[in-house]
Structure formats: structure tokens, C-alpha cells
């Protein structure tokens, strides 16, 4: 916003949305908690904003007395260190591509006050990581994100939430851990953009709208103090699987992604096991849908669907478009809905599939009525979108909320 406001102008606004990102190698634990660095890096898949999206209004104007923050239509505490944070570095870029300059115009525009209003189009209760798309908002539309530098604005996400800074790209998305102690060589950068692989899609599994028992930013540092499991994981383990999953991309091997995808998130779910005290994050549903993919698999022969959990229980499960109406059937077999049967699919569309009664003997064990609450079909997606559009803004012409 500052880099595009003229200084007679009262108030600036921008609008900006981004997308929600599932890791592949996870990332889970901070070499420095107050830059947020991580001790590995990841690798992850952006998610369609037109199934799963964060919209961020930003505006600038030297009439507002101070910084406000509104998250889903209700005011928010802009004092929280990672927001100021994320805005300090905003103003810092600003500065920055002003070429340093210090007139008197770039310092009152610099000093101005921001309001930033950010919406979810998906409850905030399917417990997907919404701060993400948020803050990687941001990071986008705060430098006016068309003339910024993608990898220095991943630096503001990152401020905000380290998995937020893969949400600055589309497709495939790697975030290396980099080196140096500043953490300006700690930034996301595109692998593969998401026309890459047309067919992978992607099913989230709903399994809980409750909050994660242990939120991520305190679990992930007991883990790097007490596990020499996740030391081992991150020194050892995942360069070389960095190595591997960047390959399975390139070749589009869904056999390879997917087996290292399952074997990245259960290996990360052992770093939280072996946590002291430990953590857990995957319940008796999380067990059920992993157990159900690999008797899937097995019946078939190879990887059909791979699944991946985050610091929570639901389940994200990675196919191809030609396995989705099969295995979407499997799952309603297997988790018949409990009231809601016509949206217990959502998203992109799915189409009927009957099942061979073998597959339904081998696979449809015991089924658990009303465990899965709804499945999200999406797909790989496109990074954060300025919007053009002034009646998208979420802040009305006062700067407060529209709504
Ligand atoms: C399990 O990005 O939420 O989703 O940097 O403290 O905000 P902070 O943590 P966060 O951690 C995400 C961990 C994960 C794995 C991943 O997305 O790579």
C-alpha cells in the first residue's frame, strides 16, 4: 500500500488473495523463533483459490489514528508480535523501494496508519492452515505485490507464519532453509508452476472443526529441544528426501510423490511421538482414513491416494483425477454422513462410481458412521491475485470494515 499511494491522496487501498498450501516434506521446527527459521526446508503444493482462499484488504491513510486488524469481520488484536512483525517489514520494503529516499512526503507516507481486514471463503473450523493464506496476504498486497519482488515479500509471510511463506507461489513450492543468520536467503521459490500436472488432485478430508490441542509455534520448538529423532530428520533425512520429492514432480511419478508423501507425514507425526512430553495431533479418525488408504492401495497394486496430515487431525489426500469418483466413494462407504449427505462433497465436482464388490470386501471394513463431517476436491492453484476489482475491497471508503 505505501509504495502505491501518492502522497495527496487520503487513503490507499489494496486488495489482494492468496491461497492455503499443504507441505509434502514437512516443515516442523525453528533454528531462530524470533526471525522464524526453520531447521529444514519443505516442500509444498498451493491449493485452488477457487475452493480454498484468503482475501486481505490493506489500506494507508494519514486520517487514521492507529494500526487495526479485523479477521473474519471481527476486530483482532494488531499488537500480536507476528502482525507487527509482518507490518514492520511491509514498511521496511516500502522504504527500501523508495530508493531510501528521506523527503518529507516518504517519511509521512511511511508513518501512516494501516487498517487490514482479512476473510476466509471456508470455515475456519476445518482447521486448515488459514493464517497461512493470511499472512502471505499481506505479504502481497501490503508492497503492492505486482511491483515487489516475490521472494522478498515471502520474507514478510514468513514473519507472520513460516508455512506462510510457500502460500507466495503457485503450484509447487519449495522454501529452503537457507543459511545465513539474517534469514535473507530463507525464501520460497516456485519448483513447478500448477499447470505442471493437470491431473493430481487433491481431497481434504474433514474429520474435526476443533482447534489444534498444541498450536504448531509451541510444539515444533519442545520438539527441537527434546527430539533427537527430528535433529536426525532434519540433518540427515530431509535433504535427501528434498532431493527425491523434487524428482518425483519433475516426472510427474505419482507412485514416487505419493509414497513419500505418506512416509514425510508419518515420519513427521514420530517426531511428535517422540516429543517430550509428546505431542499428538492424529486421532483414531486419522488412523482409520490412513489404514483405509493403504488397504486401497493394496488392492490395487500401486499408490492410487497418498495421504498427509498437518498439526491436526484431518486428513489431505493426494490422487489423480481419474481415481477421485472411485475413491470419494470409498470414503462415503466408509464414513457414511450423518445428516448432511447432499454437501458432504464440496468443491470441484465429483462424479458417481459404483464399486466392485471385491473392493468394497477388501477395503470397506468397518465403517464409521458421521466420522468424516465433509470432503473438500480441489486441485493445485495459482499464487496470491491483486484484485482489480474496488468492489472487492473489504474496507470501505471510512477504512472500516464493509460488513
Ligand atoms: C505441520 O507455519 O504453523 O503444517 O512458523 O510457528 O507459524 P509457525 O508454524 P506453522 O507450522 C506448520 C507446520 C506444519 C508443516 C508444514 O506446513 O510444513
Redesign the pocket.
Known sequence: VPGAMAAERALAMATCTAPVNI?VI???GKRDTDL?LPINS?L?VTLHQDQLKTTTTAAASRDFTEDRLWLNGTEADVGHPRVQACLREVRRLARKRRGGSEDAATLGLLSYKVHVASENNFPTAAGL?SS?AGYACLGGCGTGHGGGRRDELSEVARRG????CRSMWGGFVQWQRGERPDGTDSLAHQVAPETHWPELRVLVLVVSGQKKPVA??VG?QTSVETSPLLKHRAEVVVPERLAQMMRHIRERDFEGFGQLAMRDSNQ?HATCLDTFPPIFYLNDLSRHIIALAHRYNAHHGHTKVAYTF??GPNAVIFTLADTVDEFVEVVRRSFPPAANGDQFVRGLPVGSAALPQELVAAVVTEPVPGAVQYILHTKPGPGPQLVDDPSQHLLGADGLPRR
Open positions: 507441505a514437512k516443515y516442523w522464524i519443505s509444498s492452515a497461512a507464519s513460516g508455512s506462510a504448531s509455534t515444533m513427521f498437518d498439526a
